[in-house]
């Protein structure tokens, strides 16, 4: 099953993953970080494609996505 991890500590909260998901299973926390923003979380993994469309659209490079074994952040496309 894919998965992604968010880098809190780099996430602003500027909501492009969350709009961007086709499943629609990223929100926002309901916490801030210590730089003050809510972050990306994705709330139902069971329904990820592994399309890594969340970590394209990141502009700070905050999501990684592992598909079967393998990861993907920005930096691999
Ligand atoms: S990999 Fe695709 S389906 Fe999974 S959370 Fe990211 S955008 Fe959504
Ligand atoms: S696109 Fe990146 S910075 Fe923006 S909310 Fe998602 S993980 Fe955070």
């Known amino acids: 099953m894919p998965t992604i991890a968010v880098d809190k500590n780099h996430c602003k909260g500027c909501e ?6 086709p499943q629609g299973i990223i929100s926002l926390s309901k916490e801030i970080t210590l730089r003050g923003y809510f972050y990306a979380l994705m709330h139902d993994p069971s329904r990820c494609l592994g399309c890594r469309i969340c970590a ?4 700070d490079a905050a999501i ?14």
Do not use: H, M, Q
């Open 16 to 21: 492009l993953c969350v709009k961007s998901c």
């Open 56 to 59: 394209i659209v990141c502009p």
């Open 64 to 77: 990684e996505v592992n598909v079967n074994g393998t990861a993907y952040s920005l930096f691999d496309y």
